[in-house]
């Protein structure tokens, strides 16, 4: 008489190959997280001198707005205020379409850290029902648990996307024949700095650099 035997693996086992599987997706998000984080900050590093610009050529315009060129020994060159406010909101374009390529490169750090992310949670998802929570939530003096750094990449995910949004919303409202808004920009595009949010960012990865460094 045959007898078979069957043996139950514990939650722990049942756990363990969908937790390697997440640590390594996580891994390969936190290194694209450092990498995109550098690259970020090099990008806003660049704009600002655009926006200095963008304002200086506003308050140029507007100074010439404000003088009669008549009144000046310049009177004798009557097409001089055109052709002075005509290369200065040249000039004022060039800047803009320095800052949109810019934006261009921010938006590609927005959706390689969005997709890494989407990419890790999608694998939770999937293995989600063989992990118990325990598996998720334990940690050790060089792992935070899967719990904590999922939340962590979700947060890092959110702050670019806002970011992106509010950077590139600010540039869609600039317009070289207004003048206002040219000469604010500056200062609004300072006034979205984010000083915390980056700060609790390169905290994360401090939280996680053995834990990358591990295989």
Not at 26 to 34: G, I, K, N, T, Y
Not at 62 to 83: K, Q
Not at 134 to 151: C, G, N, W, Y
Request: proline content about 3%; charged content about 25%; hydrophobic content about 40%.
């Amino acid at each position: 008489m045959l007898m078979y035997f069957y043996i139950l693996k514990s939650p722990r086992e049942m756990s363990k190959p969908g937790i390697t599987s997440l640590h390594q997706a996580l891994r390969r998000s936190f290194v694209s997280l450092e990498s995109n984080q550098k690259v970020w900050e090099g990008v806003l590093t660049e704009c600002s001198p655009l926006m200095v610009s963008l304002g200086n050529l506003a308050e140029q315009l507007r100074a010439l707005s404000n003088v009669r060129i008549s009144s000046t020994p310049l009177r004798d060159f009557p097409d001089l205020e055109d052709r002075l406010r005509f290369k200065l909101l040249q000039a004022t374009d060039i800047v803009l379409g320095k800052l949109n390529e810019k934006m261009s490169s921010l938006q590609s750090v927005r959706d390689a850290i969005g997709n890494q992310v989407s990419a890790v949670l999608q694998l939770y998802e999937q293995n989600a029902d063989i992990m118990d929570l325990l598996a998720v939530t334990e940690r050790s003096a060089t792992t935070p648990s899967v719990a904590d750094m999922l939340e962590w990449l979700q947060d890092a995910e959110r702050h670019y996307r806002q970011q992106f949004l509010r950077r590139k919303t600010l540039l869609q409202t600039l317009r070289a024949d207004d003048l206002s808004l040219l000469e604010s920009a500056p200062n609004r595009w300072k006034s979205l700095e984010s000083g915390s949010a980056e700060g609790h960012i390169t905290d994360t990865l401090c939280k996680v650099s053995f834990f990358m460094e591990s295989q």
